[in-house]
C-alpha cells in the first residue's frame, strides 16, 4: 500500500519533539498488549523488524496505513479507543490505541527491538494489561492434511483461528501458483449441516482438509454463515505472489464439530474453496 504521507512524515520527523514525548521500543511478543498515545493530527509511526503483511484496526475512527515494515496510525476522532493487529511472515503484534490526547504526551514512535530468533534487548518488562484485545490472543494454529495429489493453480492455506463471544477471526493466506493474475475477494462461508467424513471430524478440530480427499465429504445441507468483515492484503494476486486475509463471523458456539467452506472467486479453472473443522 502507498503512503499518502510521505511529506508530513518528513516534517514529523524533522522537528525536535519536546521532552514529555516518547519515542519507545518494545519486544515482539504475540502474547503482549501495547499501548499506544496518539493526537488529532499527528501520526504515529510504528516499526517492526519485517515486511509487514497484514494490519487490522478495530476502528474506522483510525486511519491506518502500511509500507514496508512501517505502519502509520493517525486518529481521526476523539475519545475513541480500539485495537490494532499488525502480522508479519512470522509473528504478530497487539496493540491498543488509546483515545487521541495531547501532543505532549503521544507516542511518536514505536520500534521492534528483537528479530525473530534473536534474545530479547534487555528492557524492563512491560505490565500485563487486561482489555478486550486479550480475548483475541487465545490465537489457535491450523493444521493442514497432508495433499495426495497434484495441487490446484490457486490455493488458499488457512494459517490461524481468533475467537471471542460467539465472533470467529480466520486467518488465511491464498497462493497463485498459475500463469495469470488471480481476483481474489472476501470468501463466502458455508456450514456443511451434518457433515460425514471418512474420517473422526472430532480427531481433526482446528484442521484444514485437503484436497481432494473434500470429494468424500457429505453434508445435509449447508447453511450460509454472515459474514461480519473480511480484509485482504491486495485484491490481485500476480502469479507466483501471496496474499494473506482475514475474515470475521457470527458463529454459534457447537457441542459437536463444524465443517466451514470457505468459498473464493473461481479461478477460471474451477473453483476455489478451503474446508475448515473447527
Partial sequence: MKCKWATLIWITLAVSPLPAQKVESE????????HLQTALNHLTVIEVNEPVTLVAAGSPSFKVEWKENKVFVQPTEADVATNLFIW??????N??????????????????TTRPGQTQAVSPP??????????????RPVRTETAKHAKKRVEVQIRDLY???GTLFIRYAARNQGNHTYSIATPKVYALDGAQYPKSLYALENTQLAEPDTARLKAKQETKIPVLDGQLQTLR?????E??????LRLPASATPTVLRLQFPND???????YLVR
Fill in 95 to 112: 496493540y491498543e490505541l488509546e483515545p487521541a490526547g495531547t501532543v505532549d504526551n503521544m507516542n511518536f514512535a514505536m520500534d521492534e
Fill in 27 to 34: 519486544t515482539g511478543n504475540r502474547r503482549q498488549i501495547v
Fill in 243 to 248: 496474499t494473506m486475509g482475514v475474515v470475521a
Fill in 88 to 93: 508479519t511472515a512470522s509473528e504478530r503484534l
Fill in 237 to 241: 494476486v500476480n502469479p507466483g505472489e
Fill in 126 to 139: 512491560r505490565p500485563a494489561v487486561l482489555s478486550p484485545t486479550a480475548v483475541l490472543l487465545a490465537d
Fill in 163 to 165: 475467537e471471542s463471544e
Fill in 268 to 274: 477460471g479453472e474451477g473453483e476455489i474453496a478451503a
